[in-house]
Nanobody, 124 residues
Framework: QVLLVESGGALVQAGGSLRLSCEASGRIFSSKAMGWFRQAPGGAREPVAAIDWSGGIMRYSESVKGRFTISRDNAKNTVYLQMNNLRPEDAAVYYC?????????????????WGQGTQVTVSS
């Protein structure tokens, strides 16, 4: 079984930055793609970013491209999401997820394991 634990969510002013972390345990982290998704109140869960097993290929949703950066440290079994220039519309619960394959895609069905989420609030 895979356990994913997110951290780093907080209240931040618009224009500010946050770094989310997600530590994984229970499976071979280094061979699996990882993703970040988010869900705002009343909205559907949407993809944010994905990274392949090696950390060499990243994908981003258009809404965060140029502002967010996904990265991973396979030695620490951890994936990160650096969020810069945050906007009020970025406020959501952010979830990390682990795929069953090595390539990272921005589609939910590729992901078998999910964390509990961490809250990001952005004040205007």
């Amino acid at each position: 079984q895979v356990l994913l634990v997110e951290s780093g969510g907080a209240l931040v002013q618009a224009g500010g930055s946050l770094r989310l972390s997600c530590e994984a345990s229970g499976r071979i982290f280094s061979s699996k793609a990882m993703g970040w998704f988010r869900q705002a109140p009343g909205g559907a869960r949407e993809p944010v970013a994905a990274i392949d097993w090696s950390g060499g290929i990243m994908r981003y949703s258009e809404s965060v491209k140029g502002r967010f950066t996904i990265s991973r440290d396979n030695a620490k079994n951890t994936v990160y999401l650096q969020m810069n220039n945050l906007r009020p519309e970025d406020a959501a619960v952010y979830y990390c997820a682990q795929s069953d394959i090595g390539e990272g895609y921005l589609t939910e069905y590729r992901y078998a394991y999910w964390g509990q989420g961490t809250q990001v609030t952005v004040s205007s």
